[in-house]
């Protein structure tokens, strides 16, 4: 099983991003995206379901962030819009052990199994 993220960058102030995820070797699972900053914990960006519905968002998270994914391809997206600086961070893509996102813990992280090394989103001011 293989995680591999792409599409990160450096942005300005007021820009977007999409970032995908690759997803071989395994279908039917949640994918989550997280997101680590310099110095910070890793904070639990968005999950959505194997099926594409429901997805979850982050409690720091609002709607500047859109999870979405295809199944044909096995690709999970993040579209980032209106980055601050404060979204600069590494964001990973993960791969649950199961099909559906727990909605009160899947932000911890502790259910999803394979991680991709992550995607550098870098923004200024």
């Known amino acids: 099983v293989q995680v591999m993220e792409s599409g990160g960058g450096l942005v300005q102030t007021g820009g977007s991003l999409r970032l995908s995820c690759t997803l071989s070797?395994?279908?039917?699972?949640?994918m989550g995206w997280f997101r680590q900053a310099p110095g910070k914990e890793r904070d639990g960006v968005s999950c959505?379901?194997?099926?594409?519905?429901?997805?979850y968002y982050g409690n720091s998270m609002n709607d500047r962030f859109t999870i979405s994914r295809d199944n044909a391809k096995n690709m999970v997206y993040l579209q980032i819009d209106n980055l601050k600086p404060e979204d600069t961070a590494l964001y990973y893509c993960?791969?649950?052990?199961?099909?559906?996102?727990?909605?009160?813990?899947?932000?911890?992280?502790?259910?999803?199994?394979?991680w991709g090394r992550g995607t550098q989103v870098t923004v200024s001011s």
């Open positions: 070797g395994l279908t039917g699972a949640a």
């Open positions: 993960a791969a649950g052990l199961y099909n559906y996102c727990l909605r009160d813990s899947w932000s911890r992280g502790d259910t999803f199994y394979y």
């Open positions: 959505i379901h194997a099926s594409g519905h429901p997805s």
